[in-house]
């Protein structure tokens, strides 16, 4: 499985996917790349977490609101990177935690 390295709000993340899956997967990232800059611009000064929460909540408010389009992506290779970019968000949270002083 290749692995792809995504620029996403200032830092690479290194993810696989199926072969083939490469230019949706960065086509992807990109637009997530995006909502993260309009988070950070909206938000000011917050942390990586919370920035990529806000992205993904944009991203969830603009899916819901467009008409279903017919896909040609690989819908499993995208649904593994989104499962993997998940997890790396939780251990970036789970890191957060351990490293901020209890509010």
Same mark, same amino acid.
């Given at each position: 499985?290749?692995?792809?390295?995504?620029?996403?709000? =200032?830092?690479?993340?290194?993810?696989?996917?199926? %072969?083939?899956?490469?230019?949706?997967?960065?086509?992807?990232? =990109? +637009?997530?790349?995006?909502?993260? +800059?309009?988070?950070?611009?909206? %938000?000011?000064?917050?942390?990586?977490?919370?920035? @990529?929460?806000? %992205?993904? *909540?944009?991203?969830?408010?603009?899916?819901?609101?467009?008409?279903?389009?017919?896909?040609? @992506?690989? @819908?499993?290779?995208?649904?593994?990177?989104?499962?993997? *970019?998940?997890?790396?968000?939780?251990?970036?949270?789970? +890191? @957060?935690?351990?490293?901020?002083?209890?509010?």
């Amino acid at each position: 499985m290749p692995t792809v390295s995504l620029p996403i709000g =200032g830092r690479t993340y290194d993810l696989t996917c199926r %072969a083939g899956g490469e230019d949706a997967l960065r086509r992807l990232a =990109g +637009r997530v790349d995006e909502k993260v +800059r309009q988070a950070a611009a909206s %938000a000011g000064q917050t942390d990586e977490v919370r920035r @990529l929460l806000f %992205a993904a *909540l944009l991203l969830a408010d603009e899916t819901a609101a467009a008409p279903p389009q017919p896909q040609s @992506l690989d @819908l499993d290779a995208v649904a593994d990177a989104v499962e993997r *970019l998940a997890a790396r968000v939780e251990k970036l949270a789970a +890191r @957060l935690e351990e490293e901020l002083p209890a509010a």
